[in-house]
């Protein structure tokens, strides 16, 4: 059961929730996924919400829809949803870190250290 | 498709007396159980029959607001309301619930009555002779079943207009037939001729009469198809 | 489906609750219908049922005036108003005599919903608490498959656990051949299921979008004042309404929108356009 965070659209994180279970294999490429409304009533989120999402994924060439039939996984999906996220992480999350390790005065000495400890 | 299904009006009576059995049945154990009790403290089972045909018109007004119970309801009837049935299958329920399914009621009541008061070995009396007679009160007199049919149109027609004041109403529209019988019969007193005029146009008089209940229904239904059910 | 055209409507002859308002309400969209208290929402639904008419304008479902209660319309319409009375019975028995009114109700489904929900079909209804007899007529309603739902208040008096399946449930009843409305304050409950917004104030429809399009031009959440068309003071600091410039959506905060509608309705008009 989905509870909803601050911040991220709806739609945004039904995309979210469709990479995780992509990449963490419960949905397998060439495989079937849940349809839209099935989705939609399992989360209990309006279908068209869903839809957009699924539209998105569309576009973003993760998932592929086969009409009559159903949505399925895109083959290359699992590396693609990871060049996406890889993606944003160097342009929004990780400038984000560093601004924040200026403002704490964090070195890299440190940083380069952590890197290679975990 | 829309229009008039006599199912549904049968749909209707079903779910209504499901909705409100408790009511009818303290309605019509009270219609059985004053005759009765008449006749415990009188001993006398000539009164059942007597009784009973009072019940039967005293009950004529209070027919019609167990039947249209709904639209009286501070909000909480909606879903009665909103039930897909169309104006003209809901009225047929009504005319049918407060004239023949009344009738033949009152009657099984009346017949019970009869019976409770019977089995009573202090009560005295031949039960033959009241059954006959009470045969004859209720379905002998067809006078008396379109009287009691007027008093439950006029009922069903007070029930329509007035929503929230209904005994107000009732005591008003009493008031109003007690002054125009008071003023029908002071004219026909005064105007002599009458009782000559009386002989040649009985008939006339006879089918009025029995118009009167139609007429009243039909009044009744023009009024619920412009009245809203404003909560 | 529901066309509304410059309704006004009055209880008595000089005072009235609605006053002209134009709106649409299409299939396969859940609307909310938001409004401060006793601003008309639940009279709307009301004249939506047909069972008010209004004093001037119109009111037009799928084509037809409700008010002239034509039966094969009341079959598609379905209310769950805020407060109702049922008979002492059980669910089943309610669902025996009122069901055959219904031709698409489904038994299966009333008793798949009573499931999920956690409601005894054979439980007398007025031995339940108020929000067991909520959901037991949610499930009959529901089972009538009706094409358009009108809901009035549904989460009043619903536990926690319960919200969230009358959520799924209602997700999963949505379809491009229905209409949902939804008429609510408690916006936190129901704001993943509503595509379209409309709210009422006193001038009227205050503001009827859907949630794709504000979320394309409006930005909730913590703003930079000068740019806000809306502010307010909460936990995290300032937040507000203001317009989007960032190719990205935020969370539509239906709260946030509800305020800054009150606050300034013409501004947030403007900035749907």
């Not at chain 2, 006078?143 to 008093?151: C, Y």
């Not at chain 3, 409004?35 to 084509?63: E, F, H, Q, W, Y």
Request: charge should be neutral.
């Amino acid at each position: 059961m989905m509870e909803f965070s601050e911040g991220k659209p709806i739609w945004r994180q039904i995309y979210d929730l469709v990479c995780t279970r992509i990449l963490s294999g419960e949905w397998t490429e060439q495989s079937r996924i849940v349809s839209v409304r099935e989705l939609a009533a399992d989360v209990g989120v309006n279908p068209n919400t869903v839809m957009r999402s699924y539209e998105r994924l569309e576009s973003d060439n993760i998932i592929y829809n086969r009409r009559g039939i159903g949505f399925f996984v895109a083959e290359g999906a699992k590396s693609h949803i990871l060049e996406i996220e890889r993606r944003e992480f160097l342009t929004e999350e990780l400038p984000a870190t560093i601004r924040r390790m200026r403002l704490l005065n964090v070195t890299l000495d440190e940083f380069t250290m952590l890197f290679r400890e975990k | 498709m829309g229009g008039y299904s006599l199912i549904r009006v049968g749909r209707l009576t079903a779910k209504h007396y499901a909705d409100h059995l408790r009511r009818y049945v303290m309605f019509y154990a009270l219609m059985a159980f004053i005759p009765v009790m008449f006749a415990m403290l009188t001993k006398d089972i000539e009164l059942v029959a007597d009784m009973g045909t009072f019940m039967f018109i005293v009950g004529a007004f209070a027919i019609a607001p167990v039947t249209m119970n709904e639209l009286r309801g501070n909000g909480t009837k909606i879903l009665v309301n909103t039930l897909p049935v169309s104006t003209a299958e809901r009225m047929t329920f009504i005319v049918l619930n407060t004239s023949v399914i009344y009738s033949l009621l009152a009657a099984a009541t009346g017949f019970v009555s009869l019976s409770v008061a019977m089995a009573m070995p202090f009560v005295a009396g031949n039960a033959g002779e009241c059954s006959a007679e009470m045969w004859h009160g209720l379905y002998g007199r067809w006078e008396l079943q379109v009287f009691v049919w007027i008093i439950s149109s006029g009922s069903v027609m007070i029930n329509a207009f007035a929503r929230k004041r209904l005994i107000e109403s009732y005591i008003v529209a009493f008031a109003v037939m007690v002054l125009l019988i008071w003023g029908l019969s002071d004219a026909m007193i005064r105007m002599e001729w009458h009782v000559e005029w009386r002989e040649c146009y009985e008939w006339i008089a006879k089918t009025i009469y029995c118009l009167v209940p139609v007429v009243l229904y039909a009044a009744a239904y023009v009024v619920l198809r412009r009245r809203q059910i404003k909560w | 489906m529901i066309d509304i055209k410059q309704l006004t409507f009055g209880y008595s002859s000089h005072r009235n609750v609605l006053t002209d308002i134009t709106l649409s309400l299409d299939g396969g969209h859940i609307h909310g219908l938001l409004g401060c208290n006793g601003i008309g929402k639940s009279t709307l639904l009301k004249i939506i049922c047909g069972l008010m008419r209004p004093t001037a304008g119109s009111v037009r479902v799928d084509g037809v005036d409700p008010s002239t209660r034509r039966v094969d319309l009341m079959q598609q319409m379905m209310i769950i108003p805020e407060e109702f009375s049922l008979p002492s019975v059980s669910l089943s028995s309610y669902a025996r005599m009122t069901a055959p009114f219904y031709p698409q109700f489904s038994r299966e489904q009333m008793d798949y919903y009573c499931r999920e929900m956690m409601v005894d079909p054979a439980e007398k209804l007025h031995n339940m608490s108020m929000g067991q007899r909520k959901k037991a007529y949610i499930a009959f309603a529901m089972a009538c498959n009706t094409r358009i739902l009108l809901l009035d208040e549904p989460t009043n008096g619903l536990d926690i656990p319960s919200k969230s399946v009358f959520r799924r449930l209602l997700a999963g009843y949505a379809d491009d051949d229905r209409c949902i409305v939804i008429s609510t304050h408690q916006v936190n409950d129901i704001d993943s299921l509503l595509d379209n917004i409309v709210i009422l104030d006193q001038t009227g429809v205050a503001l009827s979008a859907t949630t794709a399009e504000i979320c394309s031009r409006l930005w909730f959440g913590a703003v930079d004042p000068a740019a806000a068309v809306y502010t307010e003071r909460s936990v995290l600091g300032q937040i507000g309404v203001a317009p989007n410039t960032s190719g990205e959506d935020s969370r539509l905060d239906l709260e946030l929108l509800f305020n800054a509608v009150t606050a300034d309705r013409e501004s947030i008009a403007r900035l749907l356009k």
